[in-house]
């Protein structure tokens, strides 16, 4: 089926550092997610773009709807110890309702 | 708002068993979906659900039935459950045709099948 790539796999970074990710596609899609996942815990959604170009902010995030509708882009700004858990994005073509995951990005913020 | 809620949390079951997973939600959404998470992959979709009485499969549906007889609930069943079933169960739900995607994740369900 369908794969979405994310890099990287996982990430140490200290605390105060900004981190980058990305998701990536070989096919275009129309709507990206991003969601962080808590141990034991189930994904809460982070930001959704509709629109290629589009950056969007959530507090310390922000998000961007790549120009070629291929890939996404997921920024955190002066990490915290509270960002640590997995970030998977997901995204969905122009078609239907559902949506691909990625495998995820794990990132661990070192005090 | 409760949001979506899955029962039971934990689950332990032996090969040959049957079970359902619980799915709720009270905000009224028309799409419901369960997917399944195994170690190093990303969320794979078994089956959804665009309104009540419409059910159809994902990517992984093998083993696994589903009925949605009602807009808030949305039960998985696993008829005779094997050892690959061993995963984290999530269940997500979001509005239809409205031009919001966005979907929003239950807390999900740990089965083990021994």
């Known amino acids: 089926g369908q794969q979405l790539n994310q890099s990287p796999q996982s990430m140490f970074i200290q605390e105060g550092e900004d981190v980058s990710m990305n998701c990536t596609s070989s096919s275009i899609f129309n709507t990206w997610l991003w969601y962080k996942q808590d141990p034991g815990e189930g994904p809460v959604l982070l930001i959704a773009l509709y629109k290629a170009g589009e950056l969007t902010s959530n507090g310390r995030l922000t998000a961007q709807f790549g120009i070629t509708r291929k890939d996404s882009f997921l920024n955190i700004s002066a990490s915290i110890p509270s960002d640590v858990g997995i970030y998977f994005c997901a995204g969905r073509h122009n078609y239907g309702q559902n949506f691909v995951f990625g495998p995820g990005t794990r990132l661990s913020v070192l005090p | 708002n409760a949001g979506v809620t899955q029962t039971p949390k934990f689950q332990v079951l032996k090969t040959g068993q049957s079970m359902t997973l619980q799915c709720a939600q009270d905000?009224?959404?028309?799409?419901m979906s369960w997917y399944r998470q195994d170690p190093g992959m990303g969320l794979r979709l078994i089956h959804y659900s665009v309104g009540a009485g419409i059910t159809d499969q994902g990517e992984v549906p093998n083993g696994y039935n589903v009925s949605r007889s009602t807009t808030e609930d949305f039960p998985l069943r696993l008829l005779s459950a094997a050892p690959s079933q061993t995963s984290v169960y999530f269940c997500?739900?979001?509005?239809?045709?409205?031009?919001?995607?966005?979907?929003?994740f239950g807390p999900g369900t740990r089965l083990t099948v021994t």
């Open positions: 997500a739900s979001s509005y239809q045709d409205r031009g919001a995607y966005e979907q929003y």
């Open positions: 905000m009224n959404h028309e799409y």
